[in-house]
């Protein structure tokens, strides 16, 4: 059995979970915070037979979208003068972990 940890965009979460759930997948969503960007996103969680891990892999791509997204810098200049200069990032589709599960017990 295989755990997968997805970071998706908030955006995409509604539609990723949809389709997991539409086709019989049990999903868990955390509220999550990127530590680069400081911006919220979403983690799900989706613990399946290693024969399934490929079609959760899938669904999951098929409705994540890559984005660019500016990050406000600000530096000083010469002078003492501050500048802000926005780096244009750019963010997902969705990062998936792949995890080993030893045993899974509901009790
Ligand atoms: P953030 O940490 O907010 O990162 C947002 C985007 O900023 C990243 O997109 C990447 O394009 C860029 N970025 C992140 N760290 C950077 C750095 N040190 N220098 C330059 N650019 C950097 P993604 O790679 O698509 O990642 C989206 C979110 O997925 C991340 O949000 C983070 O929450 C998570 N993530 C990605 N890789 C991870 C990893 N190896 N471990 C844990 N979480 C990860």
């Known amino acids: 059995m295989k755990m997968i940890l997805s970071i998706i965009n908030h955006d995409d979460a509604p539609t990723v979970i949809h389709n997991l759930t ?19 996103n979403t ?5 399946v037979n290693d024969e399934k891990v490929d079609t959760v892999l899938g669904i999951i791509s098929k409705h994540s979208r890559s984005r660019s997204q500016l990050l406000p810098t600000t530096e000083m200049g010469s002078g003492g003068v501050y500048s802000s200069m926005p780096v244009e990032v750019m963010v997902g589709g969705a990062t998936c ?9 509901k009790a």
């Open 22 to 40: 539409k086709e019989g997948f049990q999903v868990t969503k955390l509220a999550t915070t990127g530590g680069f960007l400081k911006a919220g």
């Open 43 to 47: 983690t799900i969680l989706v613990g």
């Open 97 to 105: 972990f792949v995890l080993n599960i030893e045993r899974m017990e």
